[in-house]
């Protein structure tokens, strides 16, 4: 196959030698040969003849406002730039961008000369990249002048300032005003008020620097003050200690001030405190400046009244056979010139015992001063106490003698029924019997009967107060002391009295009615509440007690008046001096609480949500009371030693009404309501018929003072006990309906609204409750109460058994509520600089305005010296979409912020 090849090649060849070796074939090639020279002289022509690439590239370059930004030097970056060749006269152009001072720059005209000097500017294509050109500003740096002295009651100023970094342009010159000025103790910045550059036209060209400050300082030192003041101390004797030794050690006043100081060191009762100086500075327009420029420094002295001693205070012993009666003997003695001149004491006597054996007669000695004031803490003693002994009872010599002590008919016990304690006298058990019987047995339980008539068919609950306790005594209650200024109204008629002064707002609901009361066995007396008069009957004893002459009395009342009356009404004019004296009596009579009681009282309470800052803190005592715990005649005995009503609302949690009646009374004390311990007899009645009240009907409650008004009894025990008198015990219970106010109407009550809510009738029995209702179409913030006008309990035949039930009302309410919200004022702080700390900032924190309404709030709160201030708001009201006052439906706080001005 080689051979092959290489013979066609040979042959080839052969033939073209034959094609040259002829004329057509050598005129052929000619003419190729010369159509390939033109082409190569038409490229040597083409590349020869082509302009030279050139490319300037013009730098980014800065100038200084101020100066002439088309007189800075360009030096521009040339590339492809033929050797020999020079580029000359080129000229820039430039285009202002949108920041005022700053341009692009790019090549204008230009002109390329060769070493000949002929322009060969032809010979190349040029290619321009453009540079910026951009303004900035001059950096100059001032710093103002520190300085300092010690205060004088004048402004220190230093306006002196230097330029301490950059220079000015020429011509161009600056001017500095400096305002601090203070005169005032402290350091302050001393500030740059203002500064402008000027050229030599006087024109503003501050815009063209960049002007940097540093502070200087100007500081005033205080002047220091000392002094000393002098210390005292003495043993009590209720004369006020003063002490008004006082020494200025150091320290002198500016030029043209004045110093006035001075200690007022003072102490009456036991204790330590400290004798302080008050040092003030004036200056000559006797302006107080002690805060501008002094620091008192003071070296107080003490005060000291050490405690009073009193000495050989001790009770004394006594004995007795047992007779299952407690020992007493209310007997002790001390030193009674140990007692500062005038002052009193009073013994209390705490030591008892009944059963064989002894224990200690102790007692707690009381005194007080001129005014009645306890001052017992400012003495100091030590008991010595006596022995109290029972000794065993010989059962055969008690025989033979007889058991004299019940002759002619007199009780066994010795507390009558309904507390009437004349034999208690001081006992510090509960006084109140629930069954009294004479020695042969025979039951005197029935005590009164009593009736009324009135126009309103309603079953009353009817309270007949026997006596009332103040002075509590950890295990029960003893009577307080009596009030003896003398009135021509007994202040058991003041409630009475501003019910009868106010017929317009009570209206006929709450008319009088007349109980009729008539005594049976020698009962105790009694007295109803809100009575307007005595009548015909013969009144004595204390505000606690009263008795009558006749066996048959009648005594108006006031049935079913709700707490929030009595709480809208006030007494009349006349009676007001009198009210007030007494009102006196009460607050330092019945609101007394042991320390540790009162302690445990608040700490419950405010445990069970009871604030002292409640509108309804009467009523949520009440409820808290009557629910917290279970009432049981058969609740265990408490232990010895222990707080009763404190036990029985934490641990026991049942007991009898006594127990509930402690506890509220001492719990209404505690959080500022005078209020004592009250025992009678509580029964139902019916109109125009009589009831029969036994001692099985007594009772314990609370009576309030209400100021302008006078007592208010309030039921406490909770789950009342059943009827011992063979009726059953029922509660009906009325619907509390309420809402927060919404600009809409209260929803009608479509069910039942009054119900039972305690005890259960009898099989075949129904209640039937009769009461008015108001159409729900209240919708502002209002409220009314609801009562029942008549109940009824048939049995399956239709016959009226009613009286076969004791009931108990609550009545219901209706009541649309405040809407509430929150305020909060901003706050400001500042450093004192002469001028008002104030801020007008205020938003809603929570809760929110109804829809269309609008609130305008006024704060015109500031402070200026040196201090802070609550930023309170000076008024506010609310008005609705037809610009209508609404204030009155909200109920509005406010979260103040704070104003605040240091140093």
Not at 667 to 678: L, S
Request: aromatic fraction near 12%.
């Amino acid at each position: 196959m080689v051979y092959g090849r290489y013979d066609r090649f040979e042959s080839r060849m052969k033939t073209m030698g034959k094609l040259v070796g002829s004329i057509p074939g050598r005129i052929l090639l000619c003419t190729i040969a010369l159509l390939i020279l033109m082409s190569c002289i038409g490229i040597i022509y083409f590349y020869a003849s082509r302009p030279d690439d050139l490319t300037i590239t013009v730098p980014d370059t800065t100038y200084y406002y101020g100066t002439d930004p088309f007189t800075q030097e360009i030096v521009p970056d040339v590339t492809g730039l033929n050797k020999g060749h020079v580029i000359q006269d080129i000229s820039w152009e430039y285009s202002e961008l949108d920041r005022k001072g700053d341009y692009i720059v790019s090549v204008g005209k230009y002109k390329i000369v060769n070493k000949k000097g002929e322009d060969v500017s032809h010979k190349y294509l040029l290619q321009c990249n453009s540079g910026f050109l951009r303004g900035q500003q001059t950096v100059i740096e001032i710093t103002t002048a520190s300085g300092e002295k010690t205060y004088d009651g004048k402004a220190f100023s230093l306006p002196e300032w230097t330029i301490t970094k950059g220079n000015l342009l020429p011509e161009h010159y600056l001017e500095v005003t400096i305002s601090t000025s203070p005169y005032q103790y402290g350091t302050y910045r001393n500030d740059v008020n203002k500064y402008i550059v000027k050229n030599a036209a006087g024109e503003n060209v501050t815009q063209c620097y960049d002007i940097r400050i540093k502070y200087g300082t100007i500081t005033i030192h205080p002047i220091v003050l000392s002094f000393v003041s002098g210390s005292s101390s003495k043993v009590f004797d209720d004369i006020v200690l003063v002490n008004n030794e006082c020494t200025h050690i150091s320290g002198n006043v500016a030029e043209g001030h004045r110093l006035e100081y001075y200690a007022k060191g003072n102490r009456r009762y036991v204790g330590e405190s400290k004798n302080i100086i008050t040092a003030v500075v004036y200056d000559e327009n006797n302006n107080d400046v002690t805060n501008d420029g002094y620091i008192i420094n003071q070296q107080p002295g003490t005060i000291i009244i050490e405690p009073r001693p009193i000495s050989d205070l001790r009770s004394e012993s006594a004995q007795k056979i047992y007779d299952g009666t407690a020992l007493r003997h209310m007997v002790a003695s001390f030193d009674k010139s140990d007692l500062v001149n005038g002052h009193r004491s009073k013994y209390v006597f705490t030591g008892s015992q009944t059963n064989v054996g002894s224990s200690p007669n102790t007692f707690t000695l009381c005194i007080y001063d001129v005014d009645g004031t306890d001052i017992t803490k400012n003495y100091i003693f030590d008991y010595e106490y006596g022995t109290l002994t029972v000794l065993p009872n010989d059962q055969e010599e008690n025989n033979n003698q007889g058991d004299s002590s019940h002759g002619g008919g007199g009780n066994q016990s010795g507390s009558s029924q309904g507390g009437n304690t004349s034999g208690n006298n001081g006992d510090n058990q509960f006084p109140l019997d629930t069954q009294v019987k004479f020695p042969d047995n025979t039951d005197i339980t029935p005590l009164y009967r009593i009736g009324f008539y009135d126009e309103y068919n309603k079953l009353r609950r009817v309270y007949l107060r026997a006596l009332s306790y103040g002075d509590y005594t950890y295990k029960g209650w003893k009577q307080a002391k009596e009030f003896n200024s003398y009135f021509d109204t007994n202040p058991l008629l003041f409630t009475g009295m501003a019910l009868g002064a106010q017929d317009k707002l009570i209206g006929t609901e709450y008319s009088q009615s007349i109980l009729y009361i008539d005594k049976i066995n020698s009962a105790p007396d009694v007295l109803t509440y809100y009575i307007d008069t005595f009548y015909e009957l013969n009144v004595s004893g204390n505000d606690v007690k009263v008795s009558f002459e006749d066996e048959e009395y009648k005594l108006p009342l006031y049935f079913d008046v709700p707490l929030d009356v009595l709480l809208e009404i006030k007494g009349p004019e006349e009676l007001s001096k009198a009210e007030m004296e007494y009102r006196d009596f009460v607050y330092d009579t019945y609101l007394y609480v042991p320390l540790s009681t009162k302690k445990d009282m608040l700490r419950i309470g405010e445990e069970n949500g009871i604030s002292v800052n409640s509108r309804n803190l009467i009523t949520d005592i009440q409820q808290y009371i009557l629910g917290a715990a279970a009432y049981n005649m058969n609740a265990p005995e408490y232990p010895d030693g222990v707080d009763v009503a404190v036990y029985f609302l934490e641990t026991a949690k049942e007991g009898i009404c006594q127990h509930f009646a402690t506890a509220a009374t001492l719990m209404y004390r505690a959080y500022g309501i005078p209020a004592r311990y009250t025992v009678g007899y509580a029964s139902v009645i019916a109109p125009g018929s009589q009831n029969v009240v036994t001692s099985q009907d007594g009772h314990a409650w609370v009576e309030i003072y209400l100021d302008g008004v006078g007592w208010v009894p309030m039921e406490v025990t909770g789950s009342m006990p059943p009827s011992v008198s063979g009726k059953d015990k029922i509660v009906v219970s009325g619907v509390q309906l309420e809402k927060i106010y919404d600009g809409k109407p209260m929803e009608k009550w479509e069910g039942e609204f009054f119900y039972i809510s305690q005890g259960t009738l009898k099989e075949g029995h129904t209640i039937h409750i009769d009461y008015e209702l108001n159409d729900f179409f209240i919708t502002y913030p209002h409220g009314y109460i609801v009562n029942v006008n008549k109940v009824t309990i048939l049995d399956k035949d239709g016959n009226d058994v009613t009286l076969q039930y004791d009931i108990t009302y609550e009545y219901g309410s209706v009541n649309i509520l405040k809407r509430p919200i929150t305020i909060h004022t901003g706050s400001c702080s500042k450093h004192y600089d002469g001028s008002a700390a104030c801020n007008n900032e205020w938003w809603i924190a929570s809760g929110t305005l109804l829809s269309g309404h609008t609130i305008y709030i006024d704060i015109d709160m500031s402070i200026t010296k040196v201090g802070s201030v609550p930023n309170v708001v000076s008024s506010f009201y609310i008005l609705d979409e037809n610009g209508k006052n609404v204030t009155d439906y909200y109920d509005v706080s406010f979260v103040y912020g704070t104003l605040e001005v240091s140093k």
